[in-house]
């Protein structure tokens, strides 16, 4: 998987907690919306800066709350009430604790994936590496394959159903796998 797919599932998986922390930062969804797409702009663009090892939350949590203030020193002059600084230090100690919980790194996310692609039957590895990895359309991926359109639908639906379970199997075993205490 490329740097471009992983980050859009870094994204996904992240929006939400960003999100909750820029709207309870500046009250306002449409700039607190800007602000999210923002902080994962300054993401994308710094990615290399990003050490692996570590947990990818905090960081874009730390770019956004970096975007908000910002954002509310510019505008420190309207009479807008903004959420108390003790109040966002909170919030990010709750999203601390979520990161603490197994298999937030990068690089466990990545091994608990390859895992579950071991697992997978040959059709369904070859049918995810097509539609992700290309980027083929179910369509197409029939056509070169030989199968029906539903067929590669169904081997689709159930290599990401199986990958999913075998990933949250993996990340609930990485302390027994890494030799630490659950």
């Not at 490329?2 to 599932?9: I, Y």
């Not at 999210?36 to 874009?60: I, K």
């Not at 309207?78 to 230090?89: N, R, W």
């Not at 979520?98 to 590895?125: I, N, P, S, Y």
Request: glycine share 4%.
């Amino acid at each position: 998987m490329d740097s471009k797919n992983l980050f859009e599932v870094l994204v996904r998986e992240h929006i939400g907690p960003v999100r909750a922390l820029l709207l309870s930062a500046v009250r306002n969804a449409a700039i607190a919306e800007d602000l999210v797409q923002e902080a994962f702009l300054v993401a994308w663009a710094n990615l290399e800066r990003y050490d692996r090892t570590m947990p990818f939350g905090p960081w874009v949590r730390g770019i956004a709350s970096r975007l908000a203030w910002n954002h509310r020193r510019k505008q420190s002059r309207s009479k807008v009430a903004y959420v108390e600084s003790k109040d966002l230090q909170a919030l990010e100690q709750q999203f601390d604790r979520l990161d603490q919980a197994t298999g937030d790194t990068f690089e466990q996310k990545v091994d608990a994936l390859r895992f579950g692609l071991t697992r997978l039957t040959e059709l369904q590895r070859q049918v995810i590496d097509l539609h992700y990895e290309q980027e083929m359309p179910c369509a197409q991926i029939a056509t070169r394959m030989g199968l029906g359109l539903e067929a590669v639908k169904k081997h689709l639906q159930r290599g990401r159903a199986a990958l999913l379970r075998d990933m949250e199997m993996r990340m609930s075993e990485f302390p027994q796998l890494m030799g630490e205490e659950a």
